[in-house]
């Protein structure tokens, strides 16, 4: 009964290879986001989604492919992963008529 | 222009000291506003939420919000060592459940 965990905790892969970062939340959540934050950038919106099967485009989407077929779920999917995708990524949520998010552990993915 | 501003620090202040954060947003129509913890290389933790104009207190924790001027602050008073991290405003400006988030202001609580 963990709230919101996220798989790996630490990745190393290779350019161009396929990643995916998973994301779990036992609270039945509406609302699911994705982030990464890279030191001067802060916490960038990646992407997010409303209810299953409702996914919509953040600040910086580019290079990232989500998918939510359960509540409960909500993947990142590095189709190619680039060397510019180094970050830790974090995963959210929050649920219908409250605004506060909480957050994951976080995955700390290095792209070489 | 960022939508959500922070001075990014570091702020030091002596144990036992009272710190005071500040954050400014750009939207008029926001709603909803959150503070943040983050430690180093933890994940960010809620720790206030504020809605309405004025103080809200939770233990040594104050959020004070002033929408006319744009601008929310947190205020943690008798400092401690443990409460040294990185505080982050975030607003929600009635995007649905998105919030914009500043870049966050490093706090060092020295003994």
């Known amino acids: 009964d963990a709230g919101i965990t996220q798989s790996p905790r630490y990745k190393i892969t290779e350019t161009g290879r396929q990643v995916t970062l998973m994301c779990h939340q036992t609270?039945?959540?509406?609302?699911m986001f994705w982030y990464r934050q890279d030191l001067g950038h802060g916490l960038r919106l990646i992407y997010y989604s409303a209810a299953a099967d409702i996914t919509d485009k953040g600040e910086v989407p580019d290079g990232y492919v989500v998918s939510r077929s359960k509540t409960e779920n909500f993947p990142l999917t590095l189709e190619s992963a680039t060397r510019s995708q180094t970050s830790v990524y974090f995963c959210?949520?929050?649920?219908?008529?409250?605004?506060?998010?909480?957050f994951g552990p976080g995955t700390r993915l290095t792209v070489l | 222009q960022k939508e959500v501003e922070q001075n990014s620090g570091p702020l030091s202040v002596p144990e036992g000291a009272i710190a005071s954060l500040n954050c400014t947003y750009s939207?008029?129509?926001?709603?909803?506003f959150f503070w943040y913890r983050q430690y180093s290389g933890k994940s960010p933790e809620l720790i206030m939420f504020?809605?309405?104009?004025g103080d809200k207190e939770d233990g040594r924790f104050t959020a004070q919000l002033n929408k006319a001027s744009q601008y929310v602050s947190l205020l943690i008073r008798d400092s401690q060592p443990s409460d040294s991290a990185t505080y982050l405003c975030a607003v929600n400006n009635n995007a649905g459940n998105m919030l914009t988030f500043g870049g966050g202001t490093r706090l060092m609580v020295k003994p």
């Open positions: 504020i809605y309405s104009n």
């Open positions: 939207d008029r129509g926001s709603q909803s």
């Open positions: 609270w039945s959540h509406s609302y």
């Open positions: 959210a949520s929050s649920g219908l008529g409250h605004r506060e998010q909480f």
